[in-house]
T-cell receptor, first 113, second 108 residues
C-alpha cells in the first residue's frame, strides 16, 4: 500500500496570509490526525478527523481548522498566519481506534515571513 | 495530567557502543506505547508498539521493553545509520502524547 502523502512539501508565506495543506491517508484508513512540530515544543496535536467528523481537538487557536472528505483525504487550513506558525506540519493516519498505530506522512514545511 | 518524558535529550555514541533510551509516562490506563524514529526534515517512521508490562520487541539492533511506568529502547552495537531522533508516544484521553525525543548521534 502507498504511504501517507502530503502536499505541498514546502511553503513560504507572509504574515496575515492563509494556507491550506493536504493529506492523503493510507488506503483503508479512516482516521487522520494533524500535528505541528517545532524544535522547542516537539510534536503537538492539532486535531483528528474520522469519517468526515472532527473527533478530537488539541489546544490550538481557532485559526487552525481542518476538514475531511468522504474519501478520507484531509485538509488543514491556517488563517491569518503568524511568524510562530512556522513549523513542520505532519499528518498521520490509522484505521480507526485510538490505540492503533499511526503512520506519518513526510510533512509540509511551512515558513512564515 | 497525561505526560510523556524522554531522556536523555541527546546522546552521542561511538559506533559499536551500546546504550539505552528512556521513555516514562504518567498516562493512566495504558493503551499502548509507540516508538518512532525521525530523520531530519522527515515524518516519524513507526518502529514498535508495546501493549503490556514485560513485553519486548526487536528489530535489527533495536529492542524495546515496557514496564508499568516506562519503556526503554536498547540500541546494541549501533552504526552511524542509526543516528536519528527517537520518539515515544502514548494514547491518552482523546489524543496521542509525544515525548520531545532523544537525538542520537553515532560516530564512526
Amino acid at each position: 500500500k502507498a504511504g501517507v502523502t502530503q502536499t505541498p512539501r514546502y511553503l513560504i508565506k507572509t504574515r496575515g496570509q492563509q494556507v491550506t495543506l493536504s493529506c492523503s491517508p493510507i488506503s483503508g484508513h479512516r482516521s487522520v490526525s494533524w500535528y505541528q512540530q517545532t524544535p522547542g515544543q516537539g510534536l503537538q496535536f492539532l486535531f483528528e478527523y474520522f469519517s468526515e467528523t472532527q473527533r478530537n481537538k488539541g489546544n490550538f487557536p481557532g485559526r487552525f481548522s481542518g476538514r475531511q472528505f468522504s474519501n478520507s483525504r484531509s485538509e488543514m487550513n491556517v488563517s491569518t498566519l503568524e511568524l510562530g506558525d512556522s513549523a513542520l506540519y505532519l499528518c498521520a493516519s490509522r484505521e480507526q481506534g485510538p490505540q492503533e498505530t499511526q503512520y506519518f506522512g513526510p510533512g509540509t514545511r511551512l515558513l512564515v515571513l | 495530567e497525561d505526560q510523556v518524558t524522554q531522556s536523555p535529550e541527546a546522546l552521542r555514541l561511538q559506533e559499536g557502543e551500546s546504550s539505552s533510551l528512556n521513555c516514562s509516562y504518567t498516562v493512566s490506563g495504558l493503551r499502548g506505547l509507540f516508538w518512532y524514529r525521525q530523520d531530519p526534515g522527515k515524518g516519524p517512521e513507526f518502529l514498535f508498539t508495546l501493549y503490556s508490562a514485560g513485553e519486548e520487541k526487536e528489530k535489527k539492533r533495536l529492542k524495546a521493553t515496557l514496564t508499568k511506568k516506562e519503556s526503554f529502547l536498547h540500541i546494541t552495537a549501533p552504526k552511524p545509520e542509526d543516528s536519528a531522533t527517537y520518539l515515544c508516544a502514548v494514547p491518552g484521553g482523546n489524543q496521542f502524547y509525544f515525548g520531545t525525543g532523544t537525538s542520537l548521534t553515532v560516530i564512526p
